[in-house]
């Protein structure tokens, strides 16, 4: 089992910033991708940005220009930096990682999720 624990987000005014965290923890695995991804109330979950083990990124093109994925390897985390924030933004925001424990089969996880609000 792996667990996923993320820190950040909150309330910030158009135009500001926010940093978001998520470290992975568990036993006899290994990451090959990393990111997040969001949800509005009735939406659809949607990526945000996700970075393979290899350093592939791919980003929404909403936020292309304003957010900035990262990872540390060797603490198996994940950042998102985000800037430029719109109101449209606003959304639930959760840690996405698809793991290895030793062989080719992977499994998907989740983050608990965390709040980002983006006021006008």
């Known amino acids: 089992q792996v667990q996923l624990v993320e820190s950040g987000g909150g309330l910030v005014q158009a135009g500001g910033s926010l940093s978001l965290s998520c470290a992975a923890s568990g036993s006899r695995f290994s990451i090959n991708a990393m990111g997040w991804y969001r949800q509005a109330q009735g939406e659809q979950r949607e990526l945000v940005a996700l970075i393979t083990s290899g350093g592939r990124i791919r980003y929404a093109d909403s936020v292309k220009g304003r957010f900035t994925i990262s990872r540390d390897n060797a603490k198996n985390t994940v950042y998102l930096q985000m800037n430029i924030l719109k109101p449209e933004d606003t959304n639930v925001y959760y840690c996405?990682?698809?793991?290895?424990?030793?062989?080719?089969?992977?499994?998907?996880?989740w983050g608990q999720g965390t709040q980002v609000t983006v006021s006008s």
């Open positions: 996405y990682a698809v793991v290895s424990f030793g062989s080719t089969s992977q499994f998907n996880y």
